[in-house]
């Protein structure tokens, strides 16, 4: 008989580290791999539609695709100050959801994959939460949970609907663990029938390990959206936007040595130029 490494199931009960159902992961795996069905990307927009629909009362649900090529002077209408939404976002080739149903204590994103805050989703999420209620002297709020990691790689679209659904029903992605065996089908079902319903999730769940999350401080000015501590600023003539001197690729010196000459930044497109007055 073979031996064994210490703590390590046999193979054949071994568990997905993603998981703590046994080989639920590996089958997961195996039907990612084997199905060439519609991916859930292709689903957004009618999920979106759906749940629009189905929740008025939440803000949010806004046109994925409008929010992700928002320029950072033209961004779509922000969320009012009071009203609670929930907003799926497209970045790059992930999906994830956000929330600022947690109250006063910022916007939090709920991601299957990542704990990160890359660039465009730092401008979707100010875009739309610069007037919230935990904003205080320029900065937001951000926390990123990983609540359940899904087994592979194609199945972000599932998670964030799932975590959308899961929010509007009044409950917490990190207290559910979805069966990612069945989301697929549930969501076609879904769209067949016109009506989103919770998705399959395992009962008496607890949550046995900590949550993978990360917090970040984005700044509702400049087009970096990074909070920099003392980071000296100039703000735009064009759009009244506070920019950082790096960001513009200018320097204190640059500023300090032109004096009197130096009248101000003004946005071209998508760039931004100094000009000067003339003596």
């Not at 992930?94 to 916007?107: A, C, L, M, P």
């Not at 016109?194 to 008496?204: D, E, G, I, T, W």
Request: charged letters at 20%.
């Amino acid at each position: 008989m073979a031996k064994l490494s210490l703590y390590k199931a046999p193979k054949k009960n071994r568990k997905n580290p993603y998981t703590n159902r046994v080989g639920h992961g590996a089958e997961v795996m195996r039907q990612t791999y084997r199905v060439n069905d519609v991916t859930a990307e292709a689903s957004l927009p009618a999920s979106t539609h759906l749940l629009k629909e189905e929740y008025p009362l939440v803000e949010g649900f806004r046109d994925t695709v409008i929010l992700a090529s928002s320029k950072e002077c033209s961004s779509p209408l922000p969320v009012p100050a009071m009203a609670e939404c929930i907003q799926l976002h497209h970045i790059g080739e992930h999906w994830v959801v956000s929330t600022n149903k947690e109250g006063n204590t910022g916007i939090t994103v709920y991601d299957s994959l990542y704990t990160t805050v890359g660039m465009s989703l730092r401008r979707q999420l100010v875009g739309l939460y610069k007037h919230h209620d935990s904003v205080d002297e320029g900065i937001l709020p951000v926390t990123v949970i990983c609540a359940q990691r899904q087994v592979g790689s194609s199945d972000c679209g599932l998670f964030a609907i799932a975590n959308a659904v899961a929010l509007a029903e009044g409950q917490c992605p990190t207290d559910v663990e979805f069966d990612q065996l069945k989301m697929r089908d549930h969501l076609d079902k879904c769209l067949m029938g016109k009506s989103l319903q919770m998705f399959p999730h395992f009962r008496n769940f607890q949550q046995s390990k900590s949550l993978q999350q990360s917090t970040y401080q984005l700044s509702i000015f400049c087009i970096c959206h990074e909070y920099r501590q003392e980071a000296p600023m100039i703000q735009c003539d064009q759009c009244s936007n506070w920019l950082h001197y790096r960001c513009v690729n200018i320097s204190a010196g640059d500023v300090a040595v032109l004096g009197a000459t130096f009248l101000g930044i003004t946005r071209t497109g998508h760039s931004y130029s100094l000009y000067y007055i003339c003596i």
